[in-house]
């Protein structure tokens, strides 16, 4: 079964909007990562946030983590459309993660 | 050339053979991971180990064989092919201070 579940699934949005995708889980996590993922490619790490963590950024990137709803979102600023992909959250709880079923963000130019 | 690497990229096979799929990562990294991923189900653990000689179940583990006789290596055998198998199979390692994975660039298996 799986422990994140990544909302929306698909979203379509213009080059230079914000993008925002959520996710929720199910157990009580260590970290919470968010992994994007190119058309045929393996995933990518972008960013990880610790338990104790509520903000973290890097780049164009926002993940905020509450951990009272157990959910996560990823906030991806000014949009470029070689940011198409899949997302996903993965949730760790000791060493081995459990993935969502991603988000399909696809960027128009 | 550094990093972790699948082989084969492309494989069909027919139901009932015998299949390894090759995953080779360079870094030393302790933990290894095969996924699969199917649309509906993203991405399902299979197997991992988190060390030479160490390996346990995932989540979806039935069919499929693993072993780590040296820490770079961790092939994946589906011991006798069903279609269900068809999937395209992701590996990934970590190091022991690093959280996130390193994946492979995967390989797509169609089981015919």
């Known amino acids: 079964s799986q422990q994140g579940e990544e909302d929306p699934q698909a979203l379509s949005i213009q080059e230079g909007e914000n993008a925002t995708m959520n996710c929720s889980y199910k157990?009580?996590?260590?970290?919470l990562q968010w992994y994007r993922q190119n058309s045929g490619r393996g995933l990518v790490h972008l960013i990880l946030i610790r338990s104790n963590e509520r903000e973290k950024h890097s780049g164009r990137l926002r993940v905020t983590l509450d951990t009272s709803k157990k959910s996560s979102s990823l906030l991806i600023t000014a949009s470029r459309a070689a940011d198409t992909a899949s997302y996903f959250c993965a949730t760790a709880g000791t060493y081995k993660y459990i993935f969502g079923t991603g988000t399909r963000l696809k960027v128009l130019a | 050339d550094a990093g972790i690497t699948q082989s084969p990229r492309y494989k069909i096979t027919e139901t009932g053979r015998q299949v390894t799929l090759m995953c080779h990562q360079t870094w030393s990294h302790s933990y290894m991971f095969w996924y699969r991923q199917d649309l509906g189900h993203g991405l399902r653990l299979i197997y991992y180990s988190a060390a030479a000689d160490i390996t346990d179940k995932g989540e979806v583990p039935d069919g499929y064989v693993v072993s780590r006789s040296k820490t770079e290596n961790f092939p994946l055998t589906l011991e006798s092919a069903t279609r269900s198998q068809t999937s395209v199979y992701f590996c990934?390692?970590?190091?022991?201070?690093?959280?996130?994975?390193?994946f492979g660039s995967g390989t797509r298996l169609t089981v015919v």
């Open positions: 990934a390692s970590r190091s022991d201070r690093d959280l996130g994975y390193t």
């Open positions: 157990t009580s996590i260590n970290n």
